[in-house]
C-alpha cells in the first residue's frame, strides 16, 4: 500500500489544489483498491475505486489500465465543464452530488448527479450570463441530461432548459437543447466582440 500526494493539482483549466491518491495491492493478480482526498477553496472530494494495474507476469484477467472511482463531491466546481464546452467562460458556484469517472478499454466516462446550490456561467456568442440555482444535472454516459432545469437570465427572468449535451467519452460535443421563455436577454454583444452579428436582444424564446 502507499499514497501519492499532489500538491497542486491541474486538470486542464481546473485547479483542484492538493490530490491524496492511497492505494493498495492486497494481490498482484487483482485490481488495485484506490482511494482519493481533495479539498480546496468551497470544494471537497472523496472518493474509492479500483485500477487494473498488471504486473504479476501471469495472464491478466482484467482490462489493463482501466479504472473506476465513484467520488462524493460537495461544491463541485460548475468551470469544470469550461474543459470540454469552449462556448461557456467564467463560470462561478457548483453542486453537490455523486459521480462516477471510470474508463472502459482507456476511454474516459463520466456518470452521475449534480445537485447545483448556486451557479451562473457565461455563453459567449450571446454575450449574456446565465444563472442557475437548486437544480438537478444528470451524467450519463454519452450525454449530461437537462430535465425541466430553471435558469435565469442577468435581469432576474426565468427561462426553462430540456434537453441534452452530447458527447463520445467527454470528447466531439454536441447539443440539443430547448430553452423556453416568455421574456428574457438573448443577446448582449457589442461590435468589439468580433462577431458577424451584434447587438441587444430581449424577448420570448422557444
Known sequence: HGKVTISDFMLNKSKFGTFIVGFSVPNLSLPWELSVQNKFQEHKIAGTGQINIPL?????????????????????PLSFVENFLETVSGST???????????????LNLE????????????????????????KIVFKKRSIEFDSVRLGDKLGNPLLANGAIFHTNLKDWSIDMRVVSDYALVLDTDKNHGEDYYGYGIGSVD
Open 56 to 76: 504479476s507476469g501471469k495472464e491478466y484477467l482484467y482490462a489493463p489500465y482501466d479504472f473506476s472511482v465513484t467520488f462524493d463531491v460537495v461544491q463541485f
Open 112 to 135: 452521475g448527479n449534480i445537485f447545483v446550490t448556486n451557479a451562473s456561467t457565461f455563453v459567449d456568442y450571446l454575450g449574456v450570463p446565465v444563472t442557475m440555482s437548486k437544480q
Open 93 to 107: 458556484g457548483g453542486g453537490d452530488g455523486s459521480l462516477r469517472l471510470y474508463t472502459e478499454n482507456r476511454k
